[in-house]
């Protein structure tokens, strides 16, 4: 299934699923795909089994994962 972002800056993110929106590895479920924005919007697929869980979607700043740039519950 589809999650979309947008009013984000373009480029290519990592992205975690976790188990509360917070950026910390303790609440890490598994790496999605990266985001890949362009013109200020883009999405990723998750597989449709975690939705529904109230687990969150991560989206970090770059590979280190030092800094979240947005987060969408699914």
């Known amino acids: 299934m ?6 984000l800056p373009a480029g290519t993110y990592p ?5 509360a929106c917070d950026g910390s ?4 479920i598994t790496v ?3 985001l890949v924005v362009r013109q200020g919007a883009g999405a ?6 975690y939705f529904n869980r109230g687990l969150c ?4 700043t770059s ?5 979240v740039l947005t987060t969408r519950r699914i």
């Open 2 to 7: 589809p999650v979309a972002f947008s009013g």
């Open 44 to 49: 990723i697929s998750v597989p449709s089994g």
């Open 32 to 34: 999605l795909q990266s």
């Open 63 to 67: 590979p280190a994962l030092a800094r």
């Open 25 to 28: 590895q303790r609440f890490h």
């Open 15 to 19: 992205v975690h699923l976790h188990s």
């Open 57 to 60: 979607v991560i989206v970090y």
